[in-house]
């Protein structure tokens, strides 16, 4: 397993599109964000993370899909966590508007 550390601007867009949604809604919902919804956030993020690290070790070694030239994009799994958290605050936030 070798991990690239060199990648397309492409990655830095999608990171900062997720970390940019996150914290519009966060802004957003600030009235109710409270010290115990950040910590269930970021171990929402880090849980979801495992998952998905897990997912991408199995999919690689059953040769469901590679990642060419190199084998892992080290970006991947920061941009997996703030799209967690992005998809956290969309649920809270449709949970608020929608009741």
């Known amino acids: 397993m070798i ?7 492409g990655w830095y867009l999608l990171f900062l599109a997720f970390l940019i949604g996150w914290l519009v809604l966060a802004i957003v919902r600030r009235k109710s964000l409270g010290r ?3 910590k269930e956030q970021f171990i929402l993020g880090f849980l979801g993370s495992c998952v998905l690290v897990s997912m991408e070790i199995f999919a690689t070694s059953m040769n469901l899909w590679t990642y060419v030239p190199r084998n892992w994009p080290a970006i991947l799994w920061p941009t997996y966590f703030v799209a967690i958290l992005f998809g956290y605050q969309l649920l809270r936030f449709v949970e608020k ?3």
């Not at 991990?3 to 601007?9: A, G, I, M, R």
């Open 97 to 99: 508007v929608l009741p």
């Open 36 to 38: 115990k919804e950040v």
């Open 3 to 9: 991990f690239d550390f060199q990648f397309s601007q």
